[in-house]
């Protein structure tokens, strides 16, 4: 069964994932493009965030990031230098403790509601536990993303 208590627990995990994989980085190797389809270390943090405010939206919170989302939604194009509405590494970083900490506080009095189902018969929880998959899966491509921004180290081993 998902808890609000595993679902805080494995946020924070992510955004503790987050910070280590972007110790040292510049916002410029942060905009740093793969060779490859997909985007950069800035898109990804600022898309786990858009993200992040639909789960805040579900728990009746307010979102943090939305007045930056376009950029960073779902099929967006691909961030490769500064620009305008680009946001810095420094300030996404920020964010992404600001967005762990506004879930925790909407989780941990979401009580009885995490349980009530939708039109489709899913639990609140488990549209977000689909929701914290989603924020895993893009956690994950930061350790790619760093060495692609130019570092050449290990955070996570």
């Known amino acids: 069964m998902t808890t609000a208590e595993g679902l805080i627990a494995d946020y924070r995990r ?3 994932i987050i910070r280590e994989q ?7 190797q942060a905009l740093t493009q793969a060779p490859y389809n997909i985007n950069c270390m800035n898109w990804v943090i600022g898309h786990i965030l858009v993200s992040r405010d639909d789960v805040l939206v579900m728990l009746g919170a307010k979102p943090r ?3 930056h989302a376009d950029l960073y939604r779902r099929e967006a194009a691909p961030i490769t230098e500064d620009g305008p509405g680009v946001v810095t590494l420094e300030n996404l970083i ?5 967005s762990q900490h506004a879930i925790a506080d909407a989780l941990s009095t979401a009580g009885e509601t995490l349980a009530a189902r939708n039109a489709e018969g899913e639990t609140l929880a488990e549209r977000i536990r689909f929701q914290l998959w989603h924020d895993t899966y893009h956690t994950g491509q930061t350790d790619l993303l760093r060495q692609i ?7 996570i081993s």
């Open 14 to 16: 992510n955004t503790w």
């Open 22 to 28: 972007n110790k040292g980085l510049t916002h410029v």
């Open 65 to 67: 990031f939305a007045s």
């Open 94 to 98: 920020d964010l992404v403790g600001k």
């Open 149 to 155: 921004s130019g570092m050449d180290d290990a955070i």
